[in-house]
């Protein structure tokens, strides 16, 4: 199935995609110019600043120990940082003047954080600028990247698992069963996703594990209607009805008969919700009801900029708000590549 996958382009280019999205997620703080915990390291010197910027700076304050798991949740704070212009480095002073400041300044090594070479004057690259707290946009757009992934994996955990159940129980035990759980699924059907996500949210409040809650009991939907009815056609099948003779339990048929016959429509259906979820996650976060601030999150941070469209540095809600876009069309591109492959029922050449 592999080799078939690997002649659709449109396959191709989402898996490329996802890849240029998800191996910076994956090492997260590891290559995140600010290594602070939610790349939250406010230096208002700093703020919007072009996409290029390199500075020189002092870190004042007292080292503290690293952890393995910094790379998964973030250092504390380490320290001040004081963007400056370092003028003369003596022995046990430092003396420098503040960016964009004439004021001559000195400060003793002491108070300083010195980097892994012993040196005190520390250098960074903001290569897609900062924000209006003079936080660096990179490292927030990495984290939020991995924010919007793990929602949206998540997500469909939730979804598949919630969606399959109902739709293989309407599908199998027909009669009242499927009537009420229909019914069920009309409901849901009937109301905009977004307007259940909305309502969630108010309902469990803002964070992290409440988006993800709302996310996915939002999007099993569209999982519980197309397996209802492959059930519902698989139900009427030889193999079926021989393993219902044979006396087999119907937790024991659904395992081992339908789920089998179910896993192509399942795994388009997870790339889709992927793409769902990732996008009611950043509509959410834009409408204040997501994540919790200073989390970083793609639909926050288009929020935030919104008003320097009109700017010379528009560049800071543009960047989010493409990053949004190309995440969810790889995972659309992915779902038309895995459809055209498992799908029987479409031509050979499609």
């Given at each position: 199935m592999l080799s078939r996958l690997w002649k659709k382009n449109a396959f191709k280019i989402g898996i490329s995609l996802?890849?240029?999205?998800?191996?910076?997620?994956?090492?997260?703080?590891?290559?995140?110019?600010?290594?602070?915990?939610?790349?939250?390291?406010?230096?208002?010197?700093?703020?919007?600043?072009?996409p290029g910027f390199t500075y020189t700076y002092l870190l004042s304050g007292e080292a503290l120990p690293t952890s393995y798991t910094d790379w998964l949740t973030g250092s504390n704070s380490s320290g001040t940082v004081i963007p400056c212009n370092v003028i003369a480095e003596n022995k046990d002073s430092i003396t420098y003047t503040i960016l964009g400041e004439q004021a001559i300044k000195s400060i003793s090594v002491k108070s300083l954080i010195a980097d892994k070479n012993g040196n005190y004057t520390h250098t960074s690259h903001a290569l897609l600028g900062t924000d209006r707290f003079g936080r660096d946009m990179l490292s927030r757009l990495i984290i939020g990247?991995?924010?919007?992934?793990?929602?949206?994996?998540?997500?469909?955990?939730?979804?598949?698992?919630?969606?399959t159940l109902i739709g293989m129980a309407a599908g199998y035990f027909g009669g009242r069963t499927d009537s009420l759980l229909s019914?069920?699924?009309?409901?849901?059907w009937s109301v905009p996703t977004l307007l259940?996500?909305?309502?969630?949210?108010?309902?469990?409040?803002?964070?992290?594990?409440?988006?993800?809650l709302a996310t996915g009991l939002s999007t099993w939907v569209e999982v519980a209607r197309v397996v209802r009815g492959q059930t519902l056609q698989l139900r009427q099948k030889e193999f079926?009805?021989?393993?219902?003779?044979?006396?087999?339990?119907?937790?024991?048929?659904?395992?081992?008969?339908l789920l089998p016959n179910l896993k192509g429509s399942l795994t388009v259906m997870a790339t889709t919700n992927f793409a769902a979820a990732i996008l009611l996650e950043s509509g959410?976060?834009?409408?204040?009801?997501?994540?919790?601030?200073?989390?970083?999150?793609?639909?926050?941070?288009?929020?935030?900029?919104?008003?320097?469209l009109v700017l010379d540095n528009a560049y800071l809600a543009l960047v989010p708000g493409m990053a949004i876009m190309a995440l969810v069309m790889a995972f659309n591109l992915v779902a038309m590549g895995l459809r055209d492959v498992l799908d029987t029922r479409l031509p050979s050449g499609t």
């Open positions: 996802m890849l240029l999205f998800a191996i910076p997620a994956l090492l997260g703080y590891l290559i995140t110019p600010d290594k602070t915990k939610d790349c939250n390291r406010l230096v208002p010197e700093l703020a919007n600043q072009a990247g991995r924010v919007s992934l793990t929602v949206g994996l998540v997500s469909v955990v939730i979804s598949l698992f919630i969606g019914w069920l699924i009309a409901v849901f259940i996500a909305l309502g969630l949210s108010f309902a469990f409040g803002k964070g992290f594990w409440q988006v993800l079926i009805l021989s393993a219902i003779i044979t006396g087999f339990s119907p937790l024991y048929i659904m395992r081992k008969h959410l976060s834009f409408l204040g009801l997501g994540l919790a601030p200073p989390t970083p999150s793609w639909g926050m941070m288009v929020k935030e900029h919104l008003g320097n």
